[in-house]
């Protein structure tokens, strides 16, 4: 029976799903320190997340230090976002991810973007979360064949980071998720074993401005009962339908940290 808070009247699940729908990527966050015991409370909701066989194969490398935090942006903007960038623009314009729209000679945009994307890194902590492979053998050996590869891994270390992620909008905190897609210069920053993978960096502090509620899909469009729904089946066409309109909607999120004379990730 769902657990009602007799002063308040409050059940859990409101107050969880005030804290989920609160929760959004704050990609300008104040240099201001956070206290300590904020990041290990953040720590440990990742520690509980789930595991395929509960194999737990994340560890976390908590970033104070100026210097560190410096060359990982280097990192990014040098290896990470050049390659992203680039690649992006080999996509139709309105179709590529909102940072990454740029007009004019694509050489001097980067020069001009480039400058800006290292935001993330005025951060107080930046947390790596690291996955080791090696632990997926807790689970059996099939859950790695037929094209799923990592997705234990990669997925339990999804989990990880969105208990960590509500655990920071539970305390007041900005998050975001800072992918890397490029390990090789991250893991030399930060000394990680090479049987190690960095997934993605989550910075952490207060948040500079005030973001508008994000927004979803509506819960009918995604949700079918005891069988596919065919007629919620979306073609192909209707897919790229959806992105165009989708970047219509997400390109706000971007342009709040614009307006604000930054650039976000
Ligand atoms: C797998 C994954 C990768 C993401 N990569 C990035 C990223 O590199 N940079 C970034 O700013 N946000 C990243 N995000 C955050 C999404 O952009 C964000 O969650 C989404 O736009 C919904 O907005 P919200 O978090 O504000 O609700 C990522 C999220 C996920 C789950």
């Known amino acids: 029976m769902a657990q009602v808070d007799a002063a308040s009247n409050v059940s859990d699940y409101d107050r969880f799903r005030e804290l989920f729908t609160r929760r959004m990527s704050v990609r300008d966050l104040r240099a201001d320190p956070i206290p300590d015991d904020y990041v290990e ?158 997934h993605h960096i989550l910075p952490i502090g207060f948040a500079k401005i005030d973001r508008k509620p994000t927004v979803r899909r509506p819960l009918a469009d995604m949700v079918h009962y005891d069988r596919y729904d065919r007629s919620k089946y979306m073609s192909n066409q209707q897919i790229v339908d959806y992105l165009y309109s989708l970047r219509g909607k997400t390109m706000a999120a971007y342009h709040a940290y614009r307006q604000h004379g930054r650039a976000d990730e």
């Open 41 to 198: 409370k953040i720590l440990e909701a990742g520690r509980w997340a789930m595991s395929g066989a509960n194999s737990q194969p994340w560890e976390f490398i908590v970033v104070r230090e100026e210097q560190i935090k410096q060359q990982l942006v280097e990192a990014y903007v040098q290896e990470n976002s050049e390659f992203i960038f680039w690649m992006e623009q080999t996509r139709l314009p309105a179709l590529r991810h909102p940072q990454f729209q740029v007009e004019g000679d694509p050489a001097e945009q980067w020069e001009h973007l480039r400058n800006r994307l290292g935001a993330w890194g005025q951060a107080p902590v930046l947390i790596a979360i690291l996955g080791d492979g090696r632990r997926q053998w807790g689970t059996v050996l099939g859950a790695l064949t037929f094209g799923r590869h990592q997705s234990h891994l990669t997925d339990a270390l999804s989990n990880a980071a969105t208990l960590m992620h509500l655990a920071a909008t539970s305390l007041g905190l900005g998050s975001q998720h800072v992918t890397i897609h490029i390990q090789e210069p991250f893991k030399r920053v930060l000394d990680v074993p090479d049987l190690l993978m960095i």
